[in-house]
């Protein structure tokens, strides 16, 4: 296989557009940008979670999120095509499922915080959120995408809430909760 990435600087992109898998070049400003953008983002939120140091369960879990991240933003980097699939929700309703199972009944809602990973789980839960709603804003304009592609975001934001959990509970960190005025 060649390499994909031999050439980094293109200059390409020095008018505002940029170019789509398909060869179609777009504005920088367009929502299909915008949701890649997100999704991307996001990714990158994880890999932040991992440099904390987590939980061998927690970080392939993750992990493997990343890879089928990667497949989100092929999916909207290629208008038309298929990646997320409902293997792809389903994996994600396990793992909550899963990590859920070890913690205990919430009485409150949650602040977001605790631990280091934590923290940053939690950033990456809001950022999430963020995606869906720009793939959200694209289909209104584009309804092509996939339909596997917002509850795959929407489950994953749970997963990344129940995950910050988990955190907190391998680091000791006791959740903040959040005390509403009475």
Do not use: Y
Not at 30 to 57: I, K, T, W, Y
Request: with cysteine; net charge positive; charged share 25%.
């Amino acid at each position: 296989m060649g390499h994909r990435l031999s050439k980094i600087t293109t200059r390409t992109g020095d008018k505002g557009t940029t170019g789509l898998a398909t060869g179609l070049r777009v504005e920088k400003d367009n929502p299909r940008v915008f949701a890649m953008g997100a999704v991307d983002e996001l990714n990158s939120c994880l890999g932040v979670v991992l440099a904390h140091g987590v939980p061998p369960q927690v970080r392939e879990c993750l992990v493997d999120v990343q890879h089928r991240l990667f497949e989100a933003g092929a999916q909207l980097s290629s208008p038309g095509q298929r990646r997320i699939t409902e293997e792809d929700v389903l994996v994600i309703e396990r793992s909550v499922e899963r990590f859920n199972a070890g913690l205990e009944p919430l009485k409150e809602f949650v602040l977001p915080g605790g631990s280091l990973a934590a923290a940053a789980c939690h950033v990456a839960r809001t950022v999430c959120r963020r995606a869906e709603s720009r793939v959200v804003g694209l289909n209104t304009i584009d309804p092509v995408e996939n339909d596997r592609l917002v509850p795959f975001l929407n489950r994953l934001s749970d997963l990344l809430f129940v995950v910050a959990r988990v955190l907190n509970k391998a680091d000791a960190t006791a959740e903040p909760m959040w005390r509403p005025r009475r």
